[in-house]
């Protein structure tokens, strides 16, 4: 730029002008939803958001999960759901893909040590929290079904901590909670990604066996990942979304928890 020339600003959005017509209900937001939208339009403005899609077949995780529900609710008393599975898978594949668990600063990668994952879940007046399990790739099966469930407990009755809520390196959200095949996430800043649970679903799956293709009635599920093209370009989300399909789909019904 010439000497003694000046930038020129960025022009600024403007939203629309929105008027009330008459009958219109008009509601204040609670300072709750303001913090969410505003968080939500500085994620969209901060990182340019692409999304990957994959299907996974997660008929080993419902039959294990079928097989050993009912006892663990005697065990433990508190019942064992999908979510800690999918915790899990994305925790182990975090730590072979830390680009994924990372955070940008201006054009520094920060590779995270810790893999906190944050699960995004509802309250009871509509609003979203998103309390994190720190270290979940540290803990074992047990130990991350009882994070979830405390958490989710915890949030349902607005008894989290701020500690709970803080220092999250990656976030999933569930989309199959209201039976929604999929979605696309908006990333949780100052995350880079995001993993989007769809419902599962009893579909025709053509599988592959020795004596050829056959088709079989399997438990499908569609993840999706949306994540900051600064850093995450299609090749490494592939192959992160990819790990997690493995993952799951290589889960051994015999698992003792």
């Known amino acids: 730029m010439p000497a003694g020339a000046v ?17 219109d209900i008009v509601i204040e937001m609670d300072r709750m939803r303001r913090l969410i939208a505003d968080h939500m339009v500085m994620s ?11 299907e996974v077949d997660v008929t080993n995780i419902v039959r294990w999960r079928d097989k050993i529900k009912d006892s663990f609710v005697k065990r433990e008393g508190q019942k064992i759901t999908y979510t800690p599975l ?16 990372a955070s940008i600063d ?37 130990g991350v079904v009882k994070d979830v469930n ?16 803080a220092g999250g390196t990656f976030t999933i959200t569930n989309f199959g909670t209201f039976d929604s095949l999929t979605g696309v996430p908006v990333i949780n800043q100052p995350q880079v990604a995001i993993l ?31 994540y900051d093209h600064r850093l995450v370009d299609g090749a490494l989300a ?20």
Request: glycine share 6%; net charge positive; aromatic share 4%.
């Open 7 to 23: 930038a020129a600003e960025k022009p600024k959005i403007q939203a629309p002008v929105v008027t009330s017509s008459t009958g």
């Open 44 to 54: 969209k403005q901060v990182s340019p958001h692409v999304t990957s899609f994959i």
């Open 86 to 101: 999918f915790v899990e898978a994305a925790a182990k594949a975090l730590r072979e893909f830390p680009n994924v668990n």
């Open 106 to 142: 201006g054009y520094k990668i920060i590779q995270r040590k810790a893999i906190n994952i944050g699960m995004a879940a509802a309250l009871p007046d509509g609003n979203l929290i998103v309390p994190v399990i720190k270290n979940a790739d540290s803990k074992n099966l047990l």
């Open 150 to 165: 405390d958490l989710a407990d915890r949030s349902r009755k607005n008894k989290l901590n701020p500690d709970d809520i």
């Open 196 to 226: 989007g649970i769809g419902t599962i679903k009893k579909r025709p799956w053509v599988l592959e066996t020795a004596d050829g293709d056959m088709i079989a009635i399997r438990h499908i599920c569609m993840l999706s990942l949306s």
């Open 238 to 257: 592939g192959m992160f979304i990819k790990r997690i399909q493995q993952i799951l789909e290589g889960f051994d019904v015999n698992t003792v928890i």
